[in-house]
T-cell receptor, first 112, second 114 residues
Framework: GNSVTQMEGPVTLSEEAFLTINCTYT??????LFWYVQYPGEGLQLLLK?????DKGSNKGFEATYRKETTSFHLEKGSVQVSDSAVYFC???????????FGQGTRLTINP | DTEVTQTPKHLVMGMTNKKSLKCEQH?????MYWYKQKAKKPPELMFV???????INESVPSRFSPECPNSSLLNLHLHALQPEDSALYLC?????????????FGPGTRLTVL
């Protein structure tokens, strides 16, 4: 079946540190890949997405590249801020499907 | 604009109550979704409406009853819930494009069942 595996959290970093949250997937065909962010007490916000191999999604300083050869979609940011503290979910959707398959989420805390 | 609104923001209900959650989008999206999210877990899909028809029911207990009155509105009717149904209920919508379909989520309703 289709699945998403994220690096286990929680992750704690200092402000201005480099961030990587690993995400790998198993899927039939060529899925679309997403990163969602959930701030405390809120719903999920789409952070970025990629729909085909080698696509790079980017938003708010975050980037992720769709790597078909390694079935990965790692999230990166060069310099994190306290306001980036949240839970990050990696997800996939296979072609023709409406169901999103989520990873378990990674809680990120940024200390000043 | 990619806004999905949900009301109420918080809801406390007893096990014998009947209540409804509401969701609205004005993006012209043709699919709407209900998810349930427990603490420290990812969202779990409950229902999907496509073109105002129920297309997916993930074996959800009948005490949860969805309704899609029109393409912009989605309701979730609640009756005889159990304390374990306490969770964040999220609504989402999407365009129903084959390759680029993207779900946009609302802020959620935090439900507590006493």
């Amino acid at each position: 079946g289709n699945s998403v595996t994220q690096m286990e959290g929680p992750v704690t970093l200092s402000e201005e540190a480099f961030l990587t949250i690993n995400c790998t997937y198993t899927a039939t065909g060529y899925p679309s890949l997403f990163w969602y962010v959930q701030y405390p007490g809120e719903g999920l916000q789409l952070l970025l997405k990629a729909t085909k191999a080698d696509d790079k999604g980017s938003n708010k300083g975050f980037e992720a590249t769709y790597r078909k050869e390694t079935t990965s979609f790692h999230l990166e940011k060069g310099s994190v801020q306290v306001s980036d503290s949240a839970v990050y979910f990696c997800a996939l959707r296979t072609q023709g499907a409406q169901k999103l398959v989520f990873g378990q989420g990674t809680r990120l805390t940024i200390n000043p | 604009d990619t806004e999905v609104t949900q009301t109420p923001k918080h809801l406390v209900m007893g096990m014998t109550n009947k209540k409804s959650l509401k969701c609205e989008q004005h993006m012209g999206h043709r699919a709407m979704y209900w998810y349930k999210q427990k603490a420290k877990k990812p969202p779990e899909l409950m229902f999907v409406y496509s073109y105002e028809k129920l297309s997916i029911n993930e074996s959800v207990p009948s005490r949860f009853s969805p309704e899609c009155p029109n393409s912009s509105l989605l309701n979730l009717h609640l009756h005889a819930l159990q304390p374990e149904d306490s969770a964040l209920y999220l609504c989402a919508s999407s365009q129903l494009w084959e390759l680029e379909d993207t779900q946009y989520f609302g802020p959620g309703t935090r439900l507590t069942v006493l």
